[in-house]
């Protein structure tokens, strides 16, 4: 994937956190809100997943 690939994808996985975290702040029940916080946590770590992947691939492993 090129760099503005990785960078649209990022700000998607971004857009999509914060609606996790909009979907947590409103929940009337603990299904909601754990389903929430994990949206959120989801993607956070494949944010961090696509910065490792481009810092791999630019030491060449």
Known sequence: MSGLGMWIVGVI???VGFVGLFLASGARDG???T???LIAASAVAFVFW????YFDAQEGH
Request: avoid cysteine; charged fraction near 15%; aromatic fraction near 8%.
């Open 35 to 37: 389903m929430g916080l």
């Open 13 to 15: 996985s971004s857009v």
């Open 31 to 33: 299904a909601m809100y």
């Open 50 to 53: 696509l910065i490792k992947r």
